[in-house]
């Protein structure tokens, strides 16, 4: 609300360079939250699909977790007046490698009722593959969203 202000005051005062300069701090500012908010999402999408492989299992909560975090990243990457998405295909990737070891560390906690630490838990899934699943899950959900 205070750059609104700020804003407000410069557009005022004709100091137009400034404006702008205000102006791309907050468009900043707003694609660092969706960025944030994917990557959460992404460490409790990663989490379970984890569990699921080591495990070779899965509970119709953790469906329904993975449901709706491959959901909430398509929504929180749509760009909905501009059309298109904040974060390219490879970019979705890099989040969810970069996510990957803090979905490691929870999933540890919860798998096989704790029994592993992340480093025991990690030796028996393929991260490269856990990514991909991920990633396939939320560029398949993407193109047919009524699914």
Same mark, same amino acid.
Not at 85 to 89: A, C, Q
């Given at each position: 609300m205070e750059e609104l202000l700020e804003l407000q005051d410069l557009l005022r005062a004709n100091r137009i360079t400034e404006a702008l300069l205000l102006v791309e701090e907050m468009a900043e500012m707003g694609k660092d939250d969706k960025l944030n908010r994917i990557f959460s999402f992404g460490v409790i999408l990663l989490m379970h699909l984890i569990k699921q492989a080591a495990e070779q299992r899965s509970t119709r909560s953790w469906e329904v977790s993975i449901f709706n975090a491959v959901k909430q990243i398509q929504r929180t990457n749509q760009r909905r007046k501009a059309g298109g998405?904040? =974060?390219?295909?490879e970019e =979705?990737?890099?989040t969810l490698e970069d996510a990957y070891g803090s979905? =490691?560390?929870q999933a540890a906690l919860e798998a096989f009722e704790g029994r592993y630490g992340a480093a025991e838990l990690g030796q028996q899934v393929n991260p490269q593959q856990i990514v991909d699943q991920a990633l396939a899950l939320i560029l398949a959900d993407a193109r047919n969203p009524s699914q």
């Open positions: 998405t904040y =974060l390219s295909g =979705l990737r890099e979905a =490691l560390r």
